[in-house]
């Protein structure tokens, strides 16, 4: 156990719709993380928050959006789901932004599918 | 643009027969090269942190190593439950706007049979 939660395990909606995934980090962390995982493109970060603000963006849709809030959990909005946002969405966190050690930990995920 | 590149894609292993896993990787700066295990529908789940080239760690039967072009991950008298994907990741150190991100290698799929 990472100690990162996620929630909900799974998810299954249509498409059009729009979810919310959402993650704790481990006690003390600072950062957050979020990563896609297909089968095709295997994990791929989409944005990075610390201490409630955002970071770093990578290649994350125009249709998704994150917020780390005063709480240190992390939301993740999917919205307009199409079939091909089918996927595991992980959470990952470390301690701090900049230290050397910076070791990312991950949740267990979330499975989304999109029919 | 960091690139890795894991091989090979899946390794079959006996029980007890010794195997080493290879990531190749391009980046600008390294500050960390990561190893994960990962089991089917789990979250990864961190092994080790390589810094600089000649820089060795070991865990149980796993030990992974680290050139300026290369990781390799060795796998002493596998045993079946060491069965996963290992992935490795690198974490760029120059300046920018991604300083914190993993980069992925599609990982390598290892199977130990008893």
């Known amino acids: 156990d990472s100690g990162v939660t996620q929630t909900p395990k799974h998810l299954i909606t249509a498409t059009g719709q729009r979810v919310t995934l959402r993650c704790s980090p481990r006690?003390?962390?600072?950062?957050v993380y979020w990563y896609q995982q297909s089968l095709d493109q295997g994990l791929q970060f989409l944005i990075q928050?610390?201490?409630?603000?955002?970071?770093a963006k990578g290649n994350i849709l125009e249709r998704f959006s994150a917020q780390q809030f005063p709480d240190l959990h992390s939301e993740l909005n999917l919205s307009s789901l199409e079939l091909g946002d089918s996927a595991l969405y992980f959470c990952?966190?470390?301690?701090?932004?900049?230290?050397?050690?910076?070791?990312?930990?991950f949740g267990p995920g979330t499975r989304l599918t999109v029919l | 643009e960091d690139q890795v590149t894991q091989s090979p894609e899946a390794l079959r292993l006996q029980e007890g027969e010794s195997s080493s896993l290879n990531c190749s990787y391009t980046?600008?700066?390294?500050?960390?090269l990561f190893w994960y295990r990962q089991d089917p529908g789990k979250g990864p789940e961190f092994l080790f942190t390589?810094?600089?080239a000649g820089e060795e760690k070991e865990k149980e039967r796993l030990k992974a190593t680290l050139t300026k072009k290369e990781s390799f991950l060795h796998i002493t008298a596998p045993k079946p439950e060491d069965s996963a994907t290992y992935l490795c990741?690198?974490?760029?150190?120059?300046?920018?706007?991604?300083?914190?991100?993993?980069?992925f290698g599609q990982g390598t799929i290892l199977t130990v049979h008893p």
């Open positions: 928050y610390y201490n409630g603000e955002e970071r």
């Open positions: 390589l810094y600089s």
């Open positions: 980046v600008s700066g390294l500050r960390g």
């Open positions: 990952a966190s470390s301690v701090t932004f900049s230290a050397s050690t910076d070791t990312q930990y």
């Open positions: 006690s003390g962390d600072l950062s």
């Open positions: 990741a690198v974490q760029a150190g120059a300046g920018g706007t991604s300083y914190g991100k993993l980069t």
